[in-house]
C-alpha cells in the first residue's frame, strides 16, 4: 500500500456508512442487559430517532446528489449511488437488530417487572370495554378516514406521521365500493395509552394508540367491513432551503419554509411486516420510492414513540441512579459570581458539576444595578428557559441586551424564532448571526461599572444553553474575566452584530478566519519535534472527525512519530492503525449514560501544554462555514481537571468504550485482567453526591 499518496481513498472511511455505525454502538446499549432495563428501552428509542433523522438530512442530501445526476465523490471516493447502496443494506441491517432486541429482549424483560404493553389478543373484557369508550370518546372524533377514489386521491401524508392503510369490502353510503382507505393516527393523542390499575389488574399495563385504532377500525366504515387495517410511516426530506443571497429577511423566509419540510420528497417507507405486497408496492409508488427504500418491521412503525413507557413507569431500580452536580467550591463560599470570578476562573464540567452557576451569571446580571450590558448567543434553549426569561428581564429593566439567534438550528428553527419575537417584545436587540454562516459559537459577555470602570465578565462553552440537555451531554463551560478573552469576545460580537472586517484575536480562535490554520499549525508543530526527539502527543476529544486536510495533517504527524490519541463519539473517517501511515493513531468512542459532547483538544507542545475547548468538531462545516469559538484554558487548576478528567479518564475507559479498527469497524473495549473502568461512572464518584 502506498502511504506517500495521504488522498488514497483506502485512507479514509465513508462519512454515512460512519455515522451509521455510531447508531450500532447506540443500539449496542439497548443490547446490553447490564444496563437498567428501562435505560436500554431508551437507548432503543433514541437509535429510532437518530435513524429518523440520519435519513431526513444524510439519506435525502445523497438521494438528491443520484437525483441530479452527481458523481462527486468525498476522500473514500464512494460515489452517491454506491454510497446509497450501502446505506440501505447496513440501515436494513440495524433496523432488523432493532426490532429483535425490543421483541426477544426487552419487551420480555419488562413483562418479567410486571410492565406489560399488551396486544389485542390479550385484552380481557373489562380492558377491552374501557378501550371501547376511550376509543369512542377520545380517538372517535379527531380520525378523518380518506377512501381513495377519483373525488378522493391519496392524501399528503405528512413526515413521520403514523397512517394505516385499510382495505375494505362493501359500499358506502352513495353505493361507492371503496376499496382502500387512509387513516392518519391523531398528533393530538398520546400513542401510548397506560390503562388504570383497577380494571387491567396491574400498575404498569399500556396499550398502544395503534392497537387501539386497529382493533375498531370497522367503526369509521358503517356498512363496510375492513378486510386489513396495516401501519406506515414515510419519512421526508427535512433540510430547509433559503437563498441566503436571495431574501431580505432571514426569520420570514424561514417562517415560510417550515410548512413545506412536512411535505418534502420521501426517502424512507416503513410498514407493518405483515402488510401485503401488493400495498406496500402500491404506497412506494405513491411516494415515488423504490424497493430500496422499504423497511417491513415487526413491530410498532413508530418505534421511538415507546420513550412514553420510559416517562411513565416510576420503577427507579430500573433506571440510573439520580445525582446531585457538584458546585464548584468557592461558588459554594460566594454566591456571588462577579467577587468570585475576580479570584480566577471557574470551570464547569456539566453534568457532573451544576449548571446553575451559567443561569446565576445572567440572573444576577439581570438584576445587577451595576450591571450596563448582556450579549449572548442562542443556538438551542428549550421549553421555559431561565436565561431567557433572565435576559427578558435584563431587557424589561432598561439594561442593554443583545442576543445573536441561529434560527436555523436544524428542527429548532421554530421555537428559535418563537424566542426572537419573544424576546424583541421584551425590548431585547435580536440579530440573526451572518448571512452564509450559522453561529454556533456559545459565549454570554456581561459588562459592569466597578468604581470608574468597566469589567467584561464572560462564559464560553461546547454546548448549548439548554438546562435540560445539560443534565444529559458532557459539556464545558468556562466563566472568566480574563481581559484578553474578555476583549477577544467583545470583538467576536461585534463581528456578529456590525459589518466591520474580523478583528485580531488575542487568545481565542475563531471560525471559519483563525481556527483551521491554527489547528494544522499545532499538529505540524507536534509533528517537528517528534522530527527533532521531542516527545510529541496530541489527545482530541470531539463529536465528528470529517475534514480531509485535518485528516491528511495527522497522517503525516502520526508517520514524524507523534502519539495522537482521539476519542470520537460519532463520525471517524480517519482509519488508524495502518502501518506506515496511522499506526501511532488510536481513535476510541465512548458510548453510555452521557452523550459525550465535549470538545477538547490538547497538545504537548514542548512541554508547555496547550489545552483548547471548543464549541467546533473537526468536520469542514464547523471549521469553514460557522461562526465557532474556541478558547484556551491556561490557569494550572482547570487545566489540570481537563487533562485529567476530560481526557486521560477517557483513554483509560475498558467498559464504555469502543475502538475503532482501520475497516472501519469498531470492537468493544473488555477489563480483562484490569480493573474495570467507567470513565462517567468516575466522573459521578469524583464530582456528585
Known sequence: MDTQNLSNPEFYINRELSLLEFNRRVIAQAEDESMPLLERLKFLCIASTNLDEFFEIRVAGVKQQVKYGSVQTGPDNLSPVETLKQIGALAHELVGTQYSVLNDSITPKLEGEKIHLLRRSEWKPAVARWIKRYFNSNVLPVLSPIGLDPAHPFPRVLNKNLYFIVTLDGKDAFGRETRLSIVQAPRSLPRVVHLPEEISSGKWNFVLLSSIIHAHVDDLFPGMTATGCYQFKVTRNSELFVDDEEVDDLLIALEGELPSRRFNDAVRLEVADNCPDELTAFLLQQFELDEDDLYKVNGPVNLNRLMAIYDLVDKPELTFAGFTPDLPRRLQKNGNIFDALKHGDILLHHPFQSFAPVIDFVRQAANDPNVLSIKQTLYRTGDDSALVDALKDA?????????????????????????????????????????????????????????????RYVHLGTGNYHARTARLYTDYGLLTCDKAVAEDVNKLFLQLTGLGRASKLKKLLQSPFTLFKSLLAYIEREADNARAGKKAHIIAKMNALVDPEIIRALYNASMAGVRIDLVIRGICCLRPGIKGLSENIHVRSIVGRFLEHTRVFYFLNGGEELVLCSSADWMPRNLHHRVEACFPIEEKRPKDQVVNYGLLNYLSDNTQAWILQSDGTYRKARPGNQKPRNTQQQLLENYCR
Do not use: C, P, W
Not at 398 to 404: A, L, Q, R, Y
Not at 412 to 417: G, P, Q, V
Not at 424 to 441: D, M
Open 395 to 455: 431587557a424589561r429593566s432598561g439594561k442593554e441586551v443583545t442576543v445573536v439567534i441561529e434560527l436555523r438550528a436544524r428542527f429548532d428553527e421554530e421555537a428559535n424564532i418563537e424566542l426572537a419575537n419573544e424576546l424583541q417584545e421584551a425590548g431585547a436587540h435580536v440579530v440573526y448571526g451572518v448571512v452564509g454562516y450559522k453561529t454556533h459559537s456559545k459565549m454570554v459577555m456581561v459588562v459592569r461599572r466597578e468604581g470608574r470602570s468597566l469589567r
